[in-house]
């Protein structure tokens, strides 16, 4: 580079630093700082793409090596508390990705697929090493636990005990994942099991777990399924279905279940009611997802259920995901020839940065508890005994 190159470059650097400087500054943030929550940048290109792109340009440099932090968790907690999110709500990607959710439904049948496609089929490989043994994908539940194991078991009792479950009963499991909760229902619970995942991968994985119980895992979307079931589970699959579908989502669920049946939706939640996600997560994590908020679930529920209980405990979102993160850290080493670095920095961004977002109560975690209001029951919510909740884990 000559001479008055890098005296322009330079010139152009200056106030970029500057600016993104005083806007971290407001978070307790600094560049190339001293502290874990610090942006070290190793290119000035980062710092023009988070300017201008907002969360797109912070994760996409970030992949791309232009910058580095020892914790991103810490830094994504910092930013979001410093309310630095709303001072980028404005930017192109957001303001293209809002209007098209507007204009579209992004969760048609057809689209749907997409996410299974280009996150839940990535490789049943680096699931297995990030998460349990019975491959729970979703928030574990931290209350008595002290390994992910225990949590994540202790999560799928509370379910059970909160939907009631009797031996004999029939439960629709929708967004079934790799057939976890499924399994255990079935066997400790004496239920038989229909569990519908848009997954091709998790199917196939899901199958080859039954152990001769009665589950059946099907690769079918929520709107096609039909029959009569005593309960009906979601868990961590309502973040897909999109605004534009909750009437249908829960329309369907209601004309699924029995009378006298309990429904379960554990679900992410947002502060606020928007109609897209971040651009980010949308490019590469989750497509077309979005986050339901208190009133849009209200609203969609009024026509159909009662609400029994809602319960919230995101914070303990926070510490799953932080398990998976060093689970899935100490398996790269395993995973190198299946997944390059890109995607294991755009991983990383992934894990750390919604256990950031989390822990600074930007996003919630939710099981709400819907009943037929043609029945007249008291529903209180279950309490973990030691003889159950803390069984030993084989």
């Not at 636990?145 to 202790?154: G, I, N, T, V, W």
């Not at 939640?269 to 209200?298: C, E, K």
């Amino acid at each position: 580079m000559s001479r008055s190159t890098a005296h322009i470059t330079q010139a152009l650097v200056k106030p970029r630093r500057g600016r993104l400087q005083a806007l971290l500054a407001e978070c307790g943030v600094t560049l190339n700082g001293s502290r874990p929550f610090d942006i070290q940048v190793h290119e000035p290109q980062a710092m023009d793409r988070m300017l201008r792109h907002g969360s797109l340009g912070l994760g996409e440099s970030y992949m791309d090596g232009q910058w580095e932090c020892e914790r991103i968790d810490q830094l994504v907690e910092r930013l979001l508390r410093g309310a630095l999110n709303r001072r980028f709500s404005n930017t192109r990607a957001y303001r293209w990705l809002t209007w098209l959710s507007r204009l579209q439904n992004l969760q048609t049948r057809a689209r749907a697929r997409i996410v299974g496609e280009r996150h839940y089929d990535v490789g049943n490989a680096l699931f297995e090493s990030m998460l349990d043994s019975h491959m729970n994908y979703s928030c574990a539940y931290w209350e008595r636990a002290e390994s992910l194991e225990q949590a994540q078991r202790d999560k799928m009792e509370l379910i059970c005990r909160k939907l009631e479950l009797e031996p004999g009963m029939r439960l629709l499991d929708i967004g079934c994942g790799w057939g976890g909760l499924a399994r255990y229902a079935a066997e400790h619970h004496g239920v038989s099991v229909v569990g519908v995942t848009i997954s091709r991968e998790q199917q196939v994985w899901a199958a080859t777990q039954r152990h001769e119980l009665p589950v059946e895992i099907r690769r079918q979307d929520y709107r096609d399924v039909s029959g009569q079931f005593d309960r009906v589970v979601s868990v961590g699959m309502f973040e897909h279905v999109g605004y534009k579908n909750y009437d249908v989502f829960f329309r369907k669920c209601r004309s699924v279940l029995r009378a006298d049946g309990l429904m379960l939706l554990h679900t992410i939640g947002g502060n606020t009611s928007v109609h897209a996600t971040d651009p980010w997560l949308h490019r590469y994590i989750f497509p077309n997802g979005m986050l339901p908020s208190i009133a849009q679930i209200g609203k969609a529920i009024e026509p159909y259920f009662l609400m029994e209980d809602w319960h919230s405990f995101g914070a303990d979102y926070d510490r799953t995901l932080m398990a998976w993160h060093q689970r899935i850290t100490k398996a790269w080493h395993r995973l190198g020839e299946r997944y390059d670095e890109r995607f294991r920095r755009m991983w990383n961004f992934y894990l750390l940065s919604c256990a950031g977002a989390f822990r600074a109560r930007h996003v919630q975690l939710w099981q709400i508890v819907l009943g037929n209001d043609a029945q007249a029951r008291t529903y209180r919510r279950p309490t973990m005994s030691n003889s159950t909740a803390n069984a030993e884990v084989q």
